[in-house]
C-alpha cells in the first residue's frame, strides 16, 4: 500500500505531468505537420515524433506515478528534469530565446527542488511509515 504522497510530491508530479503532456503534444504537431507534407530533408517528422512520443509517455507516466503516490517515478521524474537544465540553458544563451529559456529552466529547478525536498526524501525513502525497520518497532527481531 502506498502513502499518500507529501505537497511537494504532488507538486513535482503536477510539474513533470505536464512536462510530458507537452512532449506528446509536440510529437502530435510533428505527425500533423508530416502528414500534411512539411519538408523532411532537414529533420524527420515521423522519426522525432517517435521520440518525443516515448520520451513524453514516460514523463507523463511517471509524472502521474508521482501524483498517486507511486515512489518509481521519482527516478524518471529527477532524470527528466537533470535533461531539462541544458535545455534551458541552449534555449537562453544558445539560441537566443531567453523568452523560452527562462520559463524552463525555472520549472525544471523547481521540479528539482520539490523532489529534492525534506518531505519528498522522507516520502521515498519510507521514513514516514512504521515497518519492520522502523525505530517505532523495537523488538529485538525488528530491524
Known amino acids: 500500500m502506498t502513502a499518500r504522497p507529501p505537497a511537494s510530491v504532488r507538486g513535482a508530479g503536477l510539474i513533470v505531468a505536464v512536462q510530458g503532456a507537452a512532449g506528446l ?40 506515478a508521482l501524483l498517486v503516490g507511486r515512489r518509481w517515478g521519482r ?41 529534492f525536498s525534506p518531505t519528498a526524501l522522507r516520502w521515498v525513502s519510507g521514513a514516514d511509515q512504521p515497518g519492520p525497520a522502523s525505530s517505532a518497532n523495537s523488538g529485538p527481531n525488528s530491524r
Open 25 to 64: 503534444i509536440v510529437a502530435a504537431v510533428l505527425l500533423f505537420r508530416a502528414f500534411g507534407g512539411a519538408d523532411q530533408r532537414v529533420a524527420n517528422g515521423f522519426g522525432t515524433a517517435v521520440w518525443f512520443t516515448l520520451a513524453g509517455g514516460a514523463v507523463l507516466a511517471a509524472g502521474l
Open 75 to 115: 527516478g524518471l521524474a529527477v532524470f527528466a528534469e537533470l535533461l531539462l537544465l541544458p535545455v534551458a540553458w541552449y534555449l537562453g544563451v544558445g539560441s537566443h530565446r531567453v523568452l523560452l529559456g527562462i520559463p524552463v529552466g525555472v520549472m525544471a529547478l523547481t521540479g528539482l527542488a520539490l523532489l
